[in-house]
């Protein structure tokens, strides 16, 4: 029988001590003859990153041994950490940054040639035929100048390194051919990101193993291009979006460009990391894909011959990470009622294994709130999206008249996009009596350049239009207590937030994590990736220093109206702890209600077990404290100042 209860003060079986000690992050996968390999973050090791192989024998192991991390810092937000080439890894260390080469069963060995830790490498491959890495360097040794970035060749025979391609700002995603002839590789300079237009180069090796003959296959200033992929009969494919979508072309005797399978859907991803993939040769003549449709992603095989595509009906709404072998695909995928996995599906059959879970918790369906698409009236006329959810424990109803409390979600990037998978931070709310809006906003990937564009010059603006217009037709539907709508987000997300509780009037209360309060200190001392993001965002800086000013709420902190409590980082390279120690003082001073967490050893996001369940607790304790609700489990307290 149900308990008559308030919204927020129901008792969950999905406890932070829960989530922290049973969950873990999965990332790049790899394929080497019969073995499977992956990256598991595991948050009760203190977020170290380990390589993991399942064997043909069918026994899963871990490869990176305690004391090693295999995360790699270019960038800052790090990616393609790690590669593998007949049983041999070689991957990056965190805490050095070398790159260590590693047989099962053996510790792991620094390469000689890659031992400076103010050098940092990503995106490794091996050049089998020349017996080194080839990867993406990334060089801070000249501390009063930029990093700089190159694509370097490593000698495994310990002879040394030596760069292959520099001279531009930035580089990714480093591929041979088949047949060890030729390199591909993307670039771009500033004040581009990669989503915004990079180019496609292809090149021959000479004799001595350098570059010659380089030729731009793809690419500019306004398209983008992802994944650059040789075909196992030496083609090289990419994702452009030339057409308004993420779509996989091709270089017809690397001259002619022609897209393999035009359809309004993006095969392809905001590259904030390395090694993403979204499609595989399975074999030469069918492609593995993955696409999504309104932020929905499918799986699907595509015949190389006549752009074929079929939808294969996985049951799965959010697929990344593809790699391909003949018949089979593995990815990460995840669904609203599973959590992200490492899938090996089977084509023939269409039957799927699951190799490793987020987390093994098994919670009854009856506690787990479904993500429902749902699109809305935003400015000018047009509709943004999301995924809400409603409150959802079958132990508890609420007083009839009582509608639940909201609390929106901005997502960080802020080129990036919520996903409708089963999270349980996402559930750790709704079977408490919350609901969720987790907002896409004008910006966001998976609906086309033309909705990832919106955000251009107008951050600050548009997002946040979006998450304000999206709480009040929830609660225009009667869907949720309008006077009890709160917002929170981390990094874009955060800047985002503290936006909408700045200059609109709509949430009552609103939790930034890691969020960028001052948009020119933020210019002033950030990373080299995102240092000229804000050209395209805002303005070019500091011509239009008018609006960085205009739309940094650290300046209007007098016209900030509500409860506010920060979460931060204190090593945080991407978003300083100086950006939310200066907004909680500017509160503190005005008398609101505020309380400002910091977590040692922590960057931008936290990897910690502590940390996350501290944080978890601590936004649910603040809300309870703001809207004067009991939590249904005791938790540690936060200290808030001014209530």
Known sequence: MTKLTPFGSWKSPITSDLIVSESIGLG????????????????????????????????????????????????????????????????????????????????????????????????????????????VREDHRQKNREAVNTIAAISLAG??????????????????????????????NHPRMPWDGCELWVAEFDASGDIINQRRVAGGDAESIFQPEWSPDGTIYFVSDRSGWWNIHRALNNADVE?????????????????????????????????????????GLIETSTGRLEEVGAP??????????PGRAVFRAGSPTEPLSIIDFDFATRKARVL????????????????????????????????????KNRDFTAPENEKPPLLVKSHGG????????????????????????????????????????????????VDVDDCVNGAKFLAGLGEVDGNRLMIDGGSAGGYTTLCALTFRDVFKAGASYFGVSDLEAL???????????????????????????????IHFADKLYCPVIFFQGLEDKVVPPNQAEMMVE????????????????EQHGFRRAENIKRALDGEAYFYSRVFGFELADPVEPVEIENL
Not at 164 to 185: E, K, T, V
Not at 277 to 282: I, K, L, R
Not at 424 to 435: D, P, V
Not at 594 to 601: G, H, I, K, M, P
Request: aromatic share 14%; proline share 5%; with cysteine.
């Open 28 to 135: 790049l996968i790899k394929l080497d003859g019969d073995d499977t390999y992956w990256i598991e973050m595991r948050p009760s090791e203190g977020g170290r990153q380990v390589i993991v192989r399942l064997g043909r024998d069918g026994n899963k192991v871990d490869i990176t041994p305690p004391g090693f991390n295999a995360r790699t810092r270019v960038h800052e937000y790090g990616g393609g950490d790690y590669a593998v080439s007949d049983g041999v890894v070689y991957f990056s260390n965190f805490s050095d940054q070398q790159i260590y080469k590693q047989r099962f069963g053996s510790a792991p060995q620094a390469l000689a040639a890659a031992s400076d830790s103010n050098l940092r490498y990503a995106d490794t491959i091996v050049d089998k035929a020349r017996n080194r890495l080839i990867c």
């Open 586 to 601: 500017a509160l503190r001073k005005k008398g609101l209600p505020v309380a400002y967490v910091a977590f040692e050893s």
């Open 259 to 299: 897209c393999v399978c035009a359809i309004e859907a993006e095969f392809g991803v905001a590259q904030w990391i390395f090694g993403l993939s979204t499609y595989a040769f399975e074999p030469a003549e069918r492609i593995a894909c993955a696409f999504a449709r309104n932020g929905i992603w499918q799986l």
């Open 356 to 391: 490793q879970r987020a987390n093994k918790i098994s919670i009854d369906p009856s506690y787990i709130s479904g993500a429902q698409p749902i699109e809305f009236p935003t400015e000018d006329g047009r509709t943004a999206h999301g995924f809400f959810y409603p409150p």
């Open 414 to 461: 802020p080129t990036s996009a919520a996903i409708a998978v089963l999270s349980l931070t996402i559930q750790y709310w709704t079977s408490r009596g919350f609901a969720i809006l987790d907002v896409n906003y004008g910006g966001s990937t998976g609906y086309g350049r033309a909705y990832r564009e919106r955000l251009n010059a107008k951050w600050g603006i």
């Open 523 to 553: 210019e002033e001392d950030t990373h080299k990736f995102e240092s000229r993001y804000s050209d395209t965002l805002i303005g070019p800086y500091p011509e239009r220093r008018d609006l960085y000013v205009e739309r940094s709420p």
């Open 159 to 188: 002879t040394g390194t030596r760069v292959l391609l520099a001279g531009n700002d930035f580089y990714s995603s480093p591929r041979i051919s088949p047949d060890g002839s030729r390199l591909a590789w993307l670039t771009w």
């Open 316 to 325: 799965y709404t959010e697929i990344s990470y593809v790699t391909a072998a």
